[in-house]
């Protein structure tokens, strides 16, 4: 039900009624599941984390963990916080189905000179497996950043088919925006699109990415995935440091459903 802008949405077991298309925080501690030690060993990938107003507050362990191409433990072993994609009716978004998920991410507190280009937070479209995707065909794919604080962070795309895809480290990008799109009806992959803008403080584009192609969801599927889509927020190091580092930062998303039109789904409003 919808009227003047606003939807009414239904979380947990009450209907609220919120701006259609509204921004919504990704809240660490309100993850419906999550995994902060490495698949490998067991070591911790977070030394603490915590929530304070809508921003998340994490230390980093010291070691590697990774997120990326392939399908061993190695090569995914991040931190990861899983939150379930909803519909206003509070069912679940599926991974067959067209829409688009907008992300935001504004880094507050950032790790110091002796963490360049390690201290990584991407979100990723998943399945909602916290192993991120190790485990059969499921896949993953987003927008990511990564910290270097010689030459400015980096912006880009993170997926299990493709690896980290970046753009050059710049000084002046305090902030990120970046989305997924989903293949149309029919496609055996799930997401088509993946890309990332990286804004300075006055709202200018300094750096961009975007990457596309069914090889970057999960590698070779034989068909779609059915399952219900997910957030995943992935957190960790691409290499070991000599200590711990601290990394505040806001996240925050929000789904375009395909528009229907006389009851059939439609791209093209009133056609």
Known sequence: MSSNGKTLFKEGDLFNLRDSGEW?????????GSRITRQTNGSPVL???????????????????????????????????????????GSSY???????????????????ATNNNTCFFAVCLTDGNVNFAVDGEQGLFGPVVIWNHATGPKVGT????????????????????????????????????????????????EQSKDVNGTAHWGGSMSSRPTVDAALSVGIGRHTTKASHSNFDIRIYYRVSPVATYLGDSTLRPGT
Do not use: H
């Open 24 to 32: 919504r925080p990704l809240l660490l501690t309100e993850a419906t």
């Open 47 to 89: 030394e603490s984390y915590s929530v304070s107003g809508d921003v998340n507050e994490v230390r980093i362990n010291s070691g590697s963990a990774k997120l990326g191409g392939g399908t061993t433990t190695t090569a995914n072993s991040a931190a990861c916080f899983a939150f379930p994609l909803k519909k206003p009716d």
């Open 94 to 112: 599926k991974l067959n189905e067209q829409f688009n998920v907008d992300i935001f991410m504004e880094w507050t507190d950032t790790p110091g």
């Open 158 to 205: 993170v997926s299990r088919g493709g690896s980290f895809n970046v753009s050059n480290p710049d000084a002046s990008i305090v902030y990120l925006r970046g989305a997924m799109t989903t293949t149309d009806s029919g496609a055996d992959y799930p997401v088509y699109r993946a890309w990332s803008d990286g804004y300075d403080s006055g709202g200018d584009i």
